[in-house]
């Protein structure tokens, strides 16, 4: 397989791989959680490796799980003291523990393939160099089998708890209610997000892992409501931007997680402008209508109550400065143009009045006011 192929594939499932958690730490509101654990998670590591001095043993994922499990602990005790805020408390333990395995690595480990860079970018373009070979037989990029263990143990344990967490995220009290443990379901959670983060912890960098676990579950929660609907979007816009990233990255020859990165956020943007339900651009519209809409029941109301108080008005209506609504005067005409097309009002001799149906229109309105 072409090392630029395996390079995409690793990125997909990657991509793919942290979607899945993360859109249940976008859905829990606890996205800068993921941010914390993918860079505590290298203290795990680096004391794993203290006690095993080998880089490639299974411990030092089991450390950098722990470590994780430990990241969310520590700051969930903090804000239950309530001295600090949820925020606050990442914000202190966050760096607190990725500065302690900075420390470490450049103290203790300076001459080990610990490098602080790789931590934050990743080493995508190298992972074609690292292979798998079992009985001298070449199977591929080590990081293609890694990565694809990771995306199956996600999809696996999502799958058979996907009532449960669903239930997690929308209403942990209601879990508690019908037997699960919100607490056992919320650590296996951070569980399977800190696994993953240091599954892909050395490929793509912690920073590329954030914007994996947070920019495609936003992109998709603007665009649907169905958590299996979002699964999937999340899922399909991570791959997509991992392939444009790479395909970007390789022709202006810059790094390629840093660009995938850029893709992501550009991609969450043009959405968020462009959602048809969710988007800003939607919805500054749909304030404008409504506006509008309430402008012109507002005008209705007024010549109805005119036409209630002053009997002359029913027959000969008002003049355009006999409405008094402090609006603009090329506001006001656009109204009366609008209401009159729709059949709500007529103009004779530079007179406004109803009409019968607009009358029925403003009758309908104030009983709504009522309500």
């Known amino acids: 397989m072409p090392p630029e192929l395996e390079i995409q594939l690793i990125a997909i499932i ?9 859109t249940f ?10 941010d914390s654990i993918t860079h505590t998670i290298l203290l795990g590591i680096v004391l794993a490796f203290f006690l095993t001095q080998d880089l490639s043993s299974p411990l030092l994922l089991l450390g950098a799980a722990l470590m994780g499990v430990f990241t969310v602990w520590f700051t969930e005790s903090l804000k239950q003291t309530h001295l600090v805020s949820e925020d606050s408390a990442i914000g202190i333990v966050f760096p607190l523990l990725f500065s302690i395995a900075i420390i470490l690595i450049s103290r203790y480990a300076g001459s080990i393939h610990l490098d602080t860079d790789a931590v934050l970018l990743g080493e995508l373009a190298f992972t074609p160099f690292d292979r798998l070979v079992i009985n001298g037989i070449d199977l591929g990029a080590k990081a293609l089998y890694t990565s694809g263990i990771i995306l199956l143990i996600n ?33 296996g959670l951070m569980t399977l997000v800190s696994l993953t983060a240091v599954g892909a912890f050395e490929a793509v960098g912690s920073i590329l892992v954030v914007a994996f676990m947070i920019g495609p579950p936003v992109t998709a929660y603007l665009l649907t409501d169905d958590l299996k609907k979002m699964l999937i979007l999340s899922g399909a816009f991570g791959a997509c931007n991992g392939i444009i990233g790479y395909q970007i990255a390789v022709l202006l020859d810059v790094a390629i997680a840093g660009t995938i990165a850029v893709v992501t956020g550009l991609t969450f943007l043009l959405v968020f402008f462009l959602a048809p339900q969710r988007g ?92």
């Open 155 to 187: 999809l696996l344990l999502i799958t058979i708890f996907f009532k449960e967490l669903k239930l997690l995220t929308f209403d942990p009290v209601l879990a508690g209610v019908l037997g699960f443990s919100p607490l056992l379901l919320h650590y």
């Open 280 to 371: 800003l651009l939607s919805i500054l519209k749909r304030k404008k209508g409504q506006k509008i809409q309430f402008a012109q029941n507002t005008l209705l109301f007024h010549l109805y109550n005119h036409e209630t108080e002053e009997p002359q008005v029913k027959e000969q209506g008002l003049l355009l400065n006999q409405l008094h609504l402090r609006w603009s005067e090329g506001f006001t005409k656009s109204l009366i143009y609008s209401l009159k097309k729709k059949g709500y009002l007529e103009i004779q001799d530079s007179y406004i009045k109803l009409t019968e149906q607009g009358r029925k229109e403003s009758l309908n309105f104030y009983e709504e006011l009522q309500i």
């Open 25 to 34: 730490l976008v859905l829990s509101k606890m996205s800068m959680m993921s």
């Open 14 to 22: 990657i991509a793919i791989a942290c979607s899945l958690p993360g």
